[in-house]
């Protein structure tokens, strides 16, 4: 296992939903977690995930903090683990975020991350048909995503993750299959992937 003996403090960078940490906690019962996000919005939800899912002494083991992953406000050494979930595309300076990660970790602390690859590129089908429905109603299609922070392959993340600091660098590339339902999906299009065209409909 790479949980350290004892009760161990780990690091959600990125937390979202809070699904991982909610997970992590259920699993380790020793097991100290912060989660940190860069919307508060996110830690709102976060926080309302686990006080519906969690009893009060795994409630309690949960703390948060609104914060960006290239600044992280604790400490030198800090954790003793940490973890991030399809987070650090997204960041602007990945090479920052895994310096501030090497950072806060205890010496010899393990790090995982879960990032999209640039290979491969297809569409899936629920985006390829939420583009016809846009385009049937007349929306501009997406902007093409030049800016993709996607790591190029799994070699590079890792050799990111040495730049940072860290040692026994490890980087598997693997498909993800996801099952969408249909709600799932349109909150994942409403509340992630375009967030922004949702606030320009009108509801009816």
Same mark, same amino acid.
């Given at each position: 296992?790479? &949980?350290?003996?004892?009760?161990?403090?780990?690091?959600?960078? !990125?937390?979202?939903?809070? /699904?991982?940490?909610?997970?992590?906690?259920?699993?380790?019962?020793?097991? *100290?977690?912060?989660?940190?996000? /860069? #919307?508060?919005?996110? %830690?709102?939800?976060?926080?309302?995930? $686990?006080?519906?899912?969690?009893?009060?002494?795994?409630?309690? *083991?949960?703390?948060?903090? %609104?914060?960006?992953? +290239?600044?992280?406000?604790?400490? +030198?050494? #800090?954790?003793?683990?940490?973890?991030?979930?399809?987070?650090?595309?997204?960041? =602007?300076? *990945?090479?920052?975020? &895994?310096?501030?990660?090497?950072?806060?970790? *205890?010496?010899?602390? =393990?790090?995982?991350?879960?990032?999209?690859?640039?290979? !491969?590129? @297809?569409? @899936?089908? =629920?985006?390829?048909?939420? @583009?016809?429905?846009?385009?049937?109603?007349?929306?501009? =299609?997406?902007?093409?995503?030049? @800016?993709?922070?996607?790591? $190029?392959? /799994?070699?590079?993340?890792?050799?990111? &993750?040495?730049?940072?600091?860290?040692?026994? %660098?490890? $980087?598997?590339?693997?498909?993800?299959?996801?099952?969408?339902?249909?709600?799932?999906?349109?909150?994942?299009?409403?509340?992630?992937?375009?967030?922004?065209?949702?606030?320009?409909?009108?509801? !009816?």
């Amino acid at each position: 296992s790479l &949980l350290p003996a004892g009760s161990a403090h780990l690091l959600d960078i !990125g937390t979202g939903t809070g /699904a991982l940490a909610i997970e992590a906690l259920e699993r380790w019962p020793s097991t *100290r977690v912060t989660g940190i996000d /860069a #919307s508060s919005e996110m %830690v709102r939800w976060a926080l309302g995930e $686990a006080d519906r899912r969690l009893p009060m002494g795994t409630r309690s *083991r949960l703390s948060t903090a %609104v914060a960006f992953a +290239d600044r992280l406000p604790f400490p +030198d050494a #800090s954790f003793d683990l940490a973890m991030s979930s399809f987070v650090l595309q997204l960041v =602007p300076n *990945r090479a920052a975020a &895994l310096r501030e990660a090497r950072r806060v970790l *205890r010496p010899g602390a =393990p790090f995982g991350y879960v990032t999209w690859l640039r290979e !491969g590129g @297809d569409i @899936d089908p =629920p985006d390829r048909i939420l @583009d016809e429905v846009l385009d049937e109603f007349g929306f501009d =299609p997406p902007e093409p995503d030049s @800016d993709s922070g996607d790591a $190029a392959s /799994a070699r590079a993340a890792a050799d990111g &993750l040495r730049r940072a600091g860290f040692r026994d %660098v490890r $980087a598997h590339a693997e498909v993800l299959a996801h099952r969408w339902t249909a709600r799932g999906y349109v909150d994942f299009i409403e509340h992630f992937s375009e967030e922004s065209l949702f606030d320009e409909l009108e509801r !009816g």
